[in-house]
Every structure is written in C-alpha cells, then in structure tokens.
C-alpha cells in the first residue's frame, strides 16, 4: 500500500487515541507493542501523536509468535516484556499475533494497579482511519448503553442467522454486559468501541452456531461456513468443508477440555468496521454477533477460566430476541431508539 495512503487521516486517528482515548499526561510512559506482522506506520503515528501530548512514547518490536495469548508464550521474550509492562502508565497493543491473556499479560495486570491497556491487535491504517478516527464516539455510547440495558435486563436470549445459526441460552438476573466504548482512561484492559459483550449461563447455550465470517484463530476468513452443534456450552459436533476439520484438530490439539466450550457473546456495533479477516476488526462488523471459545478473560470473571488458547468466530447478520421481543432483524435494529441511534450513526 502506498506510504501516503491516509497519511493526514492516520494523523488524526493516532491523536484521538492519544489524547481522548487514553487522555495521555505529561510524563507519562505510553509502550507500544508490535511483533514483525505489524503496520509500522501506525505504531509510528502513535508513538509521535503520544510524544506532542507530552507522553514519553516506549516502542517494543518482537518476531510474531506462531500462537496468541498463552500459546504464544513460549516465543515471547517472557521475563523482559513482562517487566516493561509491571512499570509503564499506559500500553496500546498492536501485535498483530496478540498479547491479550497471555502471562505477561496477567502478570502486568496483577502487580500493576495504574496500568491501562488498549488491545488493538492487527491493527492498520485503513482500519485506524475508520474505526477510530471518524467513529461518533457519543452517539455510539448511546447506542451500546441502550442494547446493553436491555440485554441485560433479558433472562432469555434467542440468535438466529441466516447461515443457520439457531441458539438460545438463559442470562444471569441482571446480566454483567461489557460495554467496549474505545476509552483506556482508567485502569484495566480495555478494547475498540463497537462491542457489546456478555458470559451468560454457559450451560444452558444450546443449538447450531455457524461461523461465516472468520475464526481467529486459526483461519482467518472463511471461504465456507462452519457449523457447530452447542450442547450445554459444548462443542459437540463440527461441521462443514476442510475448514471445519482443520477448526476441529485445531481446539482438539490441545487436549483440554476448555478449547472445546463457549467462552462469551458479543454484539459487533462499530460503523466504521468491515470483514477483513482480522479478529479486532470482524468482532465488531455491524449487525454480527461473535462467540468466544476457550479461555475466559477477566473482562467477564475477575480470576478467568484457564484454557491454553482462545478463539473467536463471527456470525453476520444476526437476529436477536430478548425474552421473545425481537430487537435484531438479520443486523437490522428494530427496536425504535436503537433504530433512531443506529441513523445517526450512518447505518
């Protein structure tokens, strides 16, 4: 891609980040993780916009691992990364074979109270320029707040698709629904805005699931869907073409039974974002819903559910009813604030 693509534009985006995302202070260590997969343009934009708000930026390049989270472990230079991040302020991820849930991860996390975390990984000019730097970023809280107030206030939930997905599963009284507003102004692990995600009542997740989106990972997009038969949270059945067989030797190869169970929902709301086969980017394409698998983070239970790896998969153009009332016609909002929000937001 041409070095000048966006170049103005990727000035912006980097600078919103900095300065309203992360409300960079003077002084403070912003580190900016990248493995050899990465968009350098973006990592230098950030550390330049994080320099002018008077932040000290502190760059970090590792060989890409072959796996995410703790599967990545083993070819991460594990005791130097985990001390940079135990003492920086701030630190946006942009690795593209990501760092979320890996140990210096959770190491950072428990012995660095003030630090503040932005996963961005695999990001890219393209997707900065229109998921961050022109995202109506009041409108859209206003969106999330309204569709996480009434999920959560839903005691059944019912997903269809047209690619066959067909799945119900009860929620919590008063369901815990993260909201992901783009913001990492406070202390914790934070991600794009765009996504609205909950752990229901695992055990009670059961029908069809199809992926005809993208699984990150290990696949990326998918050429054909994937079909999971969900049985009490589990996994139970794969179908579909080569795809699905290398899924299923995939979360079988590591021979623990969390690789085989769900692990969250999310709802992807960002306008800005399209399927691109990258798992940042995809999580949040309108309209798609998105089942994790495996390891469970501490955005949903503060101590985690172990598991070796984690996996996404996205279903686009979902329909989703709450307690029998349908607020999602295959990515089309109905209910009328959410369908007012959704205009103004330019869907």
Known sequence: MDQFFYEFELGKAADILCRELFKLKDGECLAITADTESDMRIVNATARAAFSCGAKPLVLINAAPLG?????????????????????DAWVEYNNKWLLYSTPYE?????????????????NVDMMVRCIGRVNYPVLRQFQEKIAE????????????????????????????????????TPGSHMMSGQIGW????????????????????????????SLTIKNG????????WEAKEYEHWLKSFNHPQMLKLAHVDYGFNPGARLSGNCVE??????????GIGYIGQFFIPEGVYAPSHSDGICLNSSVWLDEKQIMRQGELLEPELEKLAKKLGK
Do not use: C
Not at 234 to 241: A, D, H, Q, R, T
Not at 282 to 291: F, I, P, S
């Open 234 to 241: 589990e996994i139970v059945k794969v179908e579909g073409g």
């Open 199 to 226: 752990m229901p009542k695992l055990e009670t997740v059961s029908g069809t699931i199809v992926f005809d989106g993208s699984v990150n990972p290990p696949l990326g997009l998918l050429r054909e869907p994937i």
């Open 107 to 123: 190491i950072a996390f428990r012995e660095n109270k003030k630090l503040r975390h932005l996963a961005l990984a695999g990001m």
């Open 282 to 291: 995809d999580e949040r394409v309108w309209g798609a819903t998105e089942w």
């Open 68 to 88: 995410v989270s703790k599967d990545a472990d083993k070819d991460l230079p594990l005791e130097a990364l985990t001390a940079v991040l135990t003492s920086v």
């Open 150 to 185: 009434l999920t959560g206030k839903a005691s059944h939930v019912r997903i269809t698709t047209p690619a066959g997905t067909d799945v119900e599963f009860e929620n919590y009284p008063d369901q815990k629904i993260v909201l992901e507003l783009g913001y990492a102004d």
